[in-house]
Nanobody
Framework: QVQLVESGGGLVQAGGSLRVSCAASGRTASASTSTMAWFRQAPGKEREFVASIAWSPYYADSVRGRFTISRDNAKNTVYLQMNDLKPEDTAVYYC????????????????????WGQGTQVTVSS
């Protein structure tokens, strides 16, 4: 079993920056996190894809150029650096991991991910 724990969420003003992290742990963490991704869910909306990384990063159009996903394989950790934040970025951000390597369009589908974190709240004030 693999556990994903997010951290780094919080309250920030519009135009500001925030970095969220997701650490994977468990006996099979290294083998189970070939593809890691961030999704988000705003109040009253469905959960949506934000970014993923396996060999290459992929981004949703709404965050491309503002957000950067990266990973530290030695630490089984994935990061999401969020710059120029907007009020519409307010959401609970979830980390997800898949054992297989996925590219688009598969990375957009929640069903390909094997593990999910509990989420971390990001609130952007105007």
């Amino acid at each position: 079993q693999v556990q994903l724990v997010e951290s780094g969420g919080g309250l920030v003003q519009a135009g500001g920056s925030l970095r969220v992290s997701c650490a994977a742990s468990g006996r099979t963490a290294s083998a189970s996190t070939s593809t890691m991704a961030w999704f988000r869910q705003a109040p009253g909306k469905e959960r949506e894809f934000v970014a993923s990384i396996a060999w290459s990063p992929y981004y949703a159009d709404s965050v491309r150029g503002r957000f950067t996903i990266s990973r530290d394989n030695a630490k089984n950790t994935v990061y999401l650096q969020m710059n120029d934040l907007k009020p519409e970025d307010t959401a609970v951000y979830y980390c997800a991991a898949a054992a297989a390597v996925y590219r688009t369009p598969a990375v957009y589908r929640e069903s390909v991910y094997d593990y999910w974190g509990q989420g971390t709240q990001v609130t952007v004030s105007s």
